[in-house]
């Protein structure tokens, strides 16, 4: 069965400094790989994923991630934050279940903090 | 477009009485997923359905959940009784299929409080 480890549960930077949330995965093949946000009382969006190909993939609101198989690690990754980021963060692995099932598994989650 | 739509937005109830949430998906979106988000925590899949079919259900507590989706759209979640433990927040997702596990919506959520 896959499983997702987020190492970071609370993170504090400032606003414009850089940001790296980390993601580790296990699963036995290649996973599908999404990063999602929450905001306080809000669902989840997806602000990116990958798939195949590039392992540098782009998202939503200047986020990036890096998929390296090697370390089974998904990375997420933004230059320069801003206030409104701050927002809980979702590393999540999509693999087959069971047949045909098709189950996508969360992390707990890391909350970043922005300070001003 | 609107998105999907949950309710109530927030629910408090003694335990062993019963409590249903509502979803609204997105409309054309023929797979529906409900999780549960224990606080601190990222969701876990109680179940999900295809059309009007529950095609994986293998997390749900059946005892005291149950799950309808009828006609293929709307869905409901019910819990009776409620356990203290059932708090938590319920997501209702919705994609177009669940082939890659991408394309999923999510609801606002129903955040559940039993006493």
Redesign the interface.
């Known amino acids: 069965a896959q499983s ?1 480890t987020q190492p970071d ?1 609370h993170i504090t930077v400032s606003e414009g400094a850089s940001l790296e949330l980390r993601c580790n995965y296990s699963y036995g093949a290649t996973p ?1 790989l ?1 990063w999602y946000v929450q905001s306080p ?6 602000l990116l ?1 990958y ?1 195949s190909g590039d392992t540098l993939v782009q998202g939503i609101k200047g986020f990036e991630a890096e998929f390296k198989r090697s370390q089974s690690s998904f990375n997420l990754r933004k230059p320069s934050v801003h206030w409104s980021d701050a927002a809980e963060y ?1 590393c ?1 692995v ?1 693999a087959r ?2 047949g045909s ?4 598994t ?4 890391t909350l970043l903090t922005v300070n001003p | 477009e609107a998105g999907v739509v949950q309710s109530p937005r927030y629910k408090i109830i003694e335990k062993k009485q019963p409590v249903a949430f509502w979803c609204n998906p997105i409309s054309g979106h023929n797979t529906l997923y409900w999780y549960r988000q224990n606080l601190g925590q990222g969701p876990e899949l109680l179940i999900r359905y295809e059309n009007e079919e529950a095609v994986d259900d293998s997390q749900l507590p059946k005892d005291r959940f149950s799950a309808e989706r009828l006609k293929g759209v709307d869905s409901t979640l019910k819990i009776q009784p409620a356990e203290l433990g059932d708090s938590a927040v319920y997501l209702c997702a919705s994609s177009l299929d669940n082939a890659r596990g991408d394309g999923y919506t999510f609801g606002s959520g129903t955040r559940l409080t039993v006493v």
């Open positions: 997702v549960i599908y999404f009382g809000q669902g989840l969006q997806l994923k798939f979702f999540a999509g279940s069971g099932n098709y189950k996508l969360f992390g707990k989650g």
